[in-house]
């Protein structure tokens, strides 16, 4: 993969089709039997959408958004041998407190999964006297215990970052109000212990592109690089039928991650597709996680489409950071240490 190179293990088996011969934009491009998740994917889920997943031994694992049919979101355990097909677990996760005494949000939505050192954490959006992230961890996938909730109300958007920094776990969210927000930037907050979380840094506002003019807010796990942090996010423009969800890119520094070295003007993939286009919320396009492999710079996006179904893209890391320093953008905001 030439000089831009992945920090992350191996994954051979990283779901992936060729590249089509005609790309017209970014170099993003869609699985061609997409969604890989359709309607009613699992009795009493009518749709999932804004999941995630990783690797997990030789296969893979996720945490899915299940809305169900009463009409309340929760997260539903799902294995996969090729990380298209999915199976997933008839009941909800079994969330439960440090002593073992189940503990379930009231509902819990778009989660996304990360791990960091032998640690899986998923974090989701939940009710805290409103909006606010949820947080639990595993190491087997059979008992989640959830731990403090990192943030006051309201924020509905959070993804840890794959390893410490400075010696703090660090995440990025996106505080907002409890509703259908008309804005919204992205924040880094970091915590020694998962416990107590400080040291808040902003890393980006909405853009002056139409596509991420209205508010912007964390997608995947951010993917250490040799250029920095990869960070696919999603940024939403409002128009007159309402907003519509793209997915863009940018890369941070390393060290300090709330300081954006490029940051790419235009959307690596916007609604387009039937599967985005038309469902229960037209025009989303909302990623929440990647599959990449270090040795080839193959990555998938996973992204939730139209709230109603999951698809799929692919890229090289190496092309799309190539594509995101080409097109880059950056404001004097986004170049500062973000704090005042
Ligand atoms: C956001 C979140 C996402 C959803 C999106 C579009 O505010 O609630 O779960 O995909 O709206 O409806």
């Not at 355990?77 to 002593?99: C, M, N, Q, V, Y």
């Not at 508010?215 to 907003?243: D, Q």
Request: charged share 20%; aromatic share 14%.
């Amino acid at each position: 993969m030439k000089e831009i190179k992945l920090i992350s293990p191996r994954v051979a088996n990283v779901p992936w089709q060729e590249k089509p011969e005609k790309l017209t934009g970014a170099p993003v491009w869609r699985y061609s039997s997409n969604p890989i998740i359709g309607r009613n994917p699992a009795e009493g889920v009518a749709r999932i959408f804004n999941s995630a997943v990783m690797p997990y031994g030789d296969e893979f694992i996720g945490v899915f958004r299940g809305e169900q049919t009463n009409g309340i979101p929760y997260i539903y355990l799902g294995r996969s041998k090729d990380a298209i097909h999915w199976e997933f677990d008839k009941e909800k996760i079994p969330f439960t407190d440090e002593a073992g005494n189940p503990f379930m949000p009231v509902y819990a939505y778009d989660p996304r999964l990360v791990k960091i050192d032998d640690i899986y954490y998923i974090i989701w959006c939940q009710d805290f006297y409103g909006a606010a992230i949820g947080m639990a961890k595993t190491t087997d996938f059979k008992t989640f215990v959830r731990i403090e909730n990192p943030f006051l109300p309201f924020n509905r958007n959070a993804v840890l970052f794959p390893r410490k920094l400075n010696g703090n776990f660090v995440m990025m969210s996106r505080p907002s109000d409890s509703g259908h927000t008309p804005f919204g930037d992205i924040f880094l907050s970091e915590s020694p212990d998962m416990v107590y979380w400080g040291k808040h840094r902003h890393v980006m506002g909405k853009g002056s592109e139409w596509w991420q003019s209205l508010k912007i807010g964390g997608g995947a796990a951010p993917i250490e690089t040799s250029e920095g942090w990869l960070l696919i996010y999603h940024g939403v423009s409002g128009t007159c039928n309402g907003y519509v969800y793209s997915i863009g890119g940018a890369i941070l520094d390393i060290d300090n991650p709330s300081i954006v070295k490029y940051r790419c003007e235009n959307f690596l993939l916007t609604p387009e597709e039937w599967y985005e286009e038309r469902g229960f919320v037209p025009n989303v396009t909302f990623p929440c996680a990647t599959i990449h492999d270090s040795e080839t710079g193959k990555m998938a996006i996973y992204y939730g489409a139209a709230d109603s179904y999951v698809g799929l893209a692919f890229t090289y890391a190496d092309e799309l950071i190539r594509y995101i320093k080409e097109h880059s953008v950056v404001s004097a905001g986004d170049t500062e240490i973000g704090i005042r």
